[in-house]
């Protein structure tokens, strides 16, 4: 083994996006790859047609390509072991399957469907009851003369144990009677998952296989057949689960979990994803860890090992993805950020990927593209404008989706407040809005030339006219920036209005007083 080459591969089925557990195994084997200079392999694993979906591998090339996942060989770039999709395999795994019969290894099964539902559904029985497998030469002989439908399962032993060994969770065993005589061929001369797996990973030379902990108790199928043909078996790296963030079950849709398309829509960056998720069931020597978690993409593919990987299920975790996420934000310089957040808008937001043909946008994803149209040509606009604006929101940003709101007051002609966007706790809307209108002359005069506050002024001239109306001085400066940003919470205020300019906080201020009479 160790004079083989590294070859590791994705196999995904082309039906459906890649979602955050197909994306973290993705990740798995390419920062293995990296980190030993070995070879990242791209197979299809179409045998399920009825689920298939047109441009199904296009969409997997793409949504991994956003992320930086490449391949050495994939179905489009084609290579020395292909072909790369499974049905385009099938002669194959029936030569394969026939050898497997021939030498005692696998028979043929003519049990009709409803048969099998029928045992299935008596008693105790879970599994084929291997009626076929004590058929003689002779009957077998006639039912293929008279083309009886069949399928080839494989002879598993029935008694004994199989002992292997995982990269992660070290030595295996598992009771042979647990194991069924698997189908390897169906009747439509398809294979079944554990075949098609064992002839293209030897044939592919595949060194690795990772692919879930939910595989490892069925490992002994695998192991059944590469002894059955005498071939060489792979290290077999079975990843923990990413769970829900109750811990229940492995992580769903319903409990947070996004497309890999859909990450990126929300204005989540690939370094700070494939930081969060290679975490996940990883992390790095003592001598290489940093404390606060953030590793570039260069970074992990450098320190990657199995042996640093974890035998525990990991937690999806959002907060600190968003963490990861606003921590890769502010490593970038301004500049770069103002470009990445145009890509962002135009080719993640607006665009249409293959991927989206599947099961379409959510609804979030409909609204953000409606902000984005709408914004987006503002601030393509002006661009220095944009970057004054960008950096108000530089230190607390956590993914650019939050952008169209965030900026809105700094682009919109007209602002909208709800009752929550006003602190009426000491006084009325009527107050405020008295308070707020005598204020805009007052603040006029803080300004030089309409264009930048004086900071000494604008300090006096607030907190001297809350002290004339006998109110707490935050409570003015909160109005004042309820009224000219929408929000309770915004950024530094007064940096703020040197981008915006006095006439754009003025009528603000006047749109305010209304609305508080009014509501």
């Known amino acids: 083994m160790s004079q083989r080459e590294l070859r590791v591969r994705a196999a995904p089925s082309p039906t459906g996006k890649i979602h955050t557990g197909n994306l973290r195994t993705f990740l798995n084997n390419f920062l293995f790859a990296k980190s030993t200079n070995g070879k990242y392999i791209l197979r299809i694993e179409d045998t399920d047609q009825k689920r298939k979906i047109d441009e199904g591998v296009e969409a997997i090339v793409e949504t991994l390509s956003l992320y930086g996942i490449e391949f050495d060989e994939d179905p489009i770039k084609g290579g020395d072991y292909g072909p790369y999709i499974q049905s385009e395999r099938l002669d194959l795994y029936k030569k394969y399957a026939h050898q497997l019969v021939e030498d005692g290894y696998a028979y043929y099964c003519f049990c009709t469907s409803e048969r099998l539902k029928k045992i299935k559904g008596e008693g105790e029985q879970t599994s084929y009851d291997r009626v076929c497998r004590e058929l003689d030469n002779d009957e077998v002989e006639r039912l293929l003369n008279q083309e009886y439908p069949y399928v080839i399962r494989m002879k598993f032993p029935i008694d004994g144990i199989t002992e292997f060994k995982d990269e992660i969770y070290g030595k295996v065993k598992v009771k042979n009677s647990e194991i069924d005589d698997q189908v390897l061929l169906k009747s439509d001369g398809y294979p079944t998952y554990h075949f098609a797996v064992v002839v293209d990973d030897y044939l592919m030379e595949i060194s690795h296989v990772f692919r879930g902990r939910e595989y490892l108790s069925q490992t002994p199928k695998n192991i059944f057949l590469y002894d059955a043909f005498g071939w060489e078996k792979p290290k077999w790296v079975h990843l923990p689960h990413l769970l829900n963030p109750d811990g229940d079950g492995k992580l769903s849709k319903s409990k947070g979990a996004m497309s890999a398309l859909s990450y990126l829509r929300k204005g989540y960056l690939t370094d700070a994803i494939i930081n969060y998720l290679a975490l996940c ?43 990861i996420n606003g921590r890769h934000i502010r490593g970038m310089d301004l500049d770069a950020l103002v470009e990445y957040v145009l890509y962002w ?17 959510e609804d979030w994803e409909i ?3 409606k902000q984005v ?3 987006l040509p503002l601030w393509e606009g002006d661009l220095e404008y944009f970057k004054q604006a960008l950096s108000m929101e530089f230190e607390r940003l956590t993914y650019f989706s939050e952008l169209p709101d965030t900026l809105d007051f700094f682009y919109d002609e007209e602002l909208s407040w709800t009752e929550e966007d006003w602190n009426t706790k000491n006084h009325s809307k009527f107050e405020l809005a008295d308070a707020l209108e005598a204020m805009i002359p007052k603040l006029e005069e803080a300004f030089e030339n309409g264009k930048s506050f004086n900071h000494e002024k604008w300090e006096n001239t607030v907190r001297g006219y809350a002290d004339d109306l006998g109110w707490k001085h935050g409570d003015l400066f909160m109005a004042i920036r309820s009224a000219t940003t929408g929000r309770l919470k915004s950024p530094p205020l007064l940096d703020c209005f040197k981008i915006m300019g006095w006439d754009r906080v003025k009528r603000f201020m006047l749109q305010s007083v209304v609305w508080l009479r009014n509501n």
């Open 367 to 369: 609204d953000l593209r």
């Open 373 to 375: 149209e709408n914004y």
């Open 345 to 361: 808008a135009k080719d993640l937001v607006l665009k249409d990927f293959k991927g989206d043909k599947f099961d379409g946008l």
């Open 281 to 323: 069931g990883w992390a790095p020597s003592a001598e290489f860890a940093k404390q606060d978690e953030i590793y570039t993409f260069e970074e992990l593919c450098d320190l990657f090992s199995i042996d640093r990987m974890k035998k525990s299920n990991a937690r999806y975790d959002e907060t600190k993805l968003n963490h």
